[in-house]
Structure formats: structure tokens, C-alpha cells
């Protein structure tokens, strides 16, 4: 899938594109060696280009992982923490990988509204996430209190469907412009 988002990147320039990958595919391994010489042989693309490590499954090797992370940053890319505060994210695999991007989980915006102490450590969350990486997004936005929750939270980025549902890619869909 990543190799398609090169090509889809290639001939659309004003495209961005963040591609979702299991922590168990975060290790420099030939397909890697693949997107790697992809990516040089375009440097254009690689700024437009995000890897997005899921919360799927535990990060197997941390050094292998950071290794990863830095060839990918070396070319160009952008990696983001996905789901960070959900699943099997940790802050061990924030300092050790040193994100671009964290993408707090939408699970600890719905916690915040519940209840007063959700409140105070959903703005914790952001004051050290954004101590980890460089840009932080809150995902789950769902209406605009969110929309301003978040800002006034610190955050300057948001996902969620009050933005714009997700698209679901597939080989078949790959390039297809969307509405």
C-alpha cells in the first residue's frame, strides 16, 4: 500500500497522503528496502508522505523500530504515533521513536467530556505529547465544542467526522479523487 501512495504522490502533486501500518511492520525488512529506494529516487514525494504506526500491537523491537523511524525521516517522511493513550501506544515508543506526529486517540476526547479529572488529564496529555513531537492532533472530533475543546486544550490540529468522514482506500480506489 505504501508503494501505491508513492505512485499516487508521484503524479499528484498537491496530494498528502498518511498511510496506516501495524507496529509489527515498523522493521527494516526488504518491502522497507522497496519504499526506501522509492522514495529516493523521488525525493518530492517523501515531504507528503506520513507513516502512521497503529496501536494494533506492541512495538517488537524498539531499537529495530527507532532504525525504521529514522531512515524514514532521513528521505523525508513524517512518522506519526497513531491511537496514541489507546491499545498498545506507550510513551516509551514516543521517546524511543521521536514522532513528527502524535494522534491522541479519540477514546481520551470522550473521556474528557465524561467527567472533571478526564478534563485536566486530556490537557496533560497534550502538554507532554506535544513535548514528544512536533504536532499533535486530537482525533474523534465530533461537533464543533470539540473542535474548540481541543484548541483551548493547546491543540492546533483535529481529526473527526465534524471535519470529514474517513475514506477507506483500496487497491481498486487507490488515486480516485474523493468528495
Not at 502533486?13 to 526488504?30: H, K, M, Q, T
Not at 529506494?37 to 496501536?55: C, D, G, K, N, Q
Not at 505529547?129 to 482525533?139: D, I, K, N, T
Request: charged share 15%; proline share 3%; hydrophobic share 45%.
Amino acid at each position: 500500500m505504501v508503494l501505491m501512495a508513492i505512485d499516487v504522490l508521484h503524479t499528484n502533486p498537491a496530494v498528502r497522503i498518511g498511510c496506516n501500518i501495524s507496529a509489527l511492520s515498523a522493521v527494516d525488512d526488504e518491502y522497507w528496502q522497496s519504499v526506501y529506494t522509492a522514495l529516493a529516487e523521488r525525493p518530492h514525494v517523501a515531504s507528503r508522505l506520513v507513516i502512521e504506526i497503529t496501536e494494533t500491537a506492541s512495538i517488537p523491537n524498539l531499537l529495530l523500530a527507532q532504525s525504521f523511524a529514522s531512515c524514514l525521516k532521513q528521505l523525508g517522511c513524517q512518522v506519526a504515533l497513531d491511537d496514541f493513550g489507546a491499545g498498545h501506544t506507550s510513551i516509551a515508543q514516543a521517546v524511543a521513536l521521536r514522532p513528527d506526529v502524535i494522534k491522541i486517540d479519540r477514546s481520551c476526547l470522550r473521556e474528557s467530556r465524561s467527567q472533571v479529572f478526564g478534563c485536566e488529564l486530556f490537557v496533560r496529555l497534550i502538554q507532554l505529547c506535544a513535548h514528544l513531537a512536533a504536532q499533535v492532533v486530537v482525533e474523534g472530533v465530533e461537533d464543533e465544542h470539540d473542535v474548540s475543546f481541543a484548541h483551548l486544550s493547546g491543540v492546533r490540529w483535529v481529526q473527526g467526522y465534524h471535519i470529514a468522514a474517513s475514506v477507506a482506500r483500496t487497491p481498486s480506489n487507490f488515486g480516485e479523487a474523493q468528495p
